[in-house]
């Protein structure tokens, strides 16, 4: 069956792909979400270096291959509707993960690149407590000067932001930004820069993450 899409709703019936434990047997969950050009399968493949027991592994795959056409520095609006479809296919795979019986607390979102800005907005838009959020080289979507107008609390959600000092694509001032503006949100945000990597994901990325994901479980 061919996905259905919707001028409105573009990502609206593509695929999410798993691994790893099943749902309903999990002690938690992780939602991955892919980078411009790349896929579903493509981000799901570092669950074979995450592997943790316990834990299940989601990932959506955007129309297209792409979550939203423009840079995440452009005005929102020309990101649009992909950028809002986008964040509901989030929201619509984390009520499925709470209905299966994990709930946000012991729910992880990973994303990398365009995956990366993706999920720490849709942190940031919908603040609660997460299991954790993982920024490999991402940061919040809109022009630097963007209202950061969000509301609630992130309340002590583990954050970990890890980028290049020369991405091309994600300048390191909004990886700051995005920290200083999470933070204030209420996460504890750890932050690291890796000077002269390439628009990667590097093995203490893969480490910290790691850690992180065994916290979760103790």
């Not at 999990?26 to 050009?37: D, E, F, K, P, T």
């Not at 399968?41 to 074979?48: E, F, R, T």
């Not at 619509?92 to 990973?110: A, D, F, H, K, Q």
């Amino acid at each position: 069956m061919q996905p259905e899409f919707s001028r409105a709703h573009p990502h609206q019936g593509q695929s999410v792909f798993a691994t790893g434990a099943r749902l309903e047997e999990a002690r938690a969950a992780m939602i991955l979400l892919h980078g411009r050009g790349a896929s579903a399968q493509d981000i799901l493949s570092l669950a074979n270096e995450l592997e943790q027991p316990g834990f299940a592994f989601l990932a959506p795959q955007a129309a297209g291959n792409t979550w939203y056409p423009n840079r995440f520095t452009v005005p929102t609006e020309q990101n649009e509707p992909w950028l809002s479809s986008a964040l509901t296919v989030i929201g619509e795979l984390m009520s499925y993960v709470l209905s299966s019986g994990i709930p946000p607390e012991r729910t992880t979102l990973l994303g990398f690149s365009q995956g990366a800005c993706l999920a720490l907005e849709f942190a940031a838009r919908n603040a609660r407590r997460y299991g954790g959020v993982i920024g490999l080289s991402g940061a919040l979507i809109g022009p630097e000067d963007a209202p950061r107008n969000y509301t609630s609390s992130l309340d002590g959600t583990p954050v970990f932001l890890g980028c290049s000092d020369i991405d091309f694509h994600i300048p390191r001032q909004r990886v700051d930004q995005a920290a200083e503006t999470l933070r204030a949100l209420g996460a504890d945000i750890t932050e690291r820069i890796y000077p002269n990597m390439d628009h990667t994901v590097n093995q203490d990325e893969i480490d910290f993450v790691s850690q992180m994901m065994n916290n979760l479980l103790k």
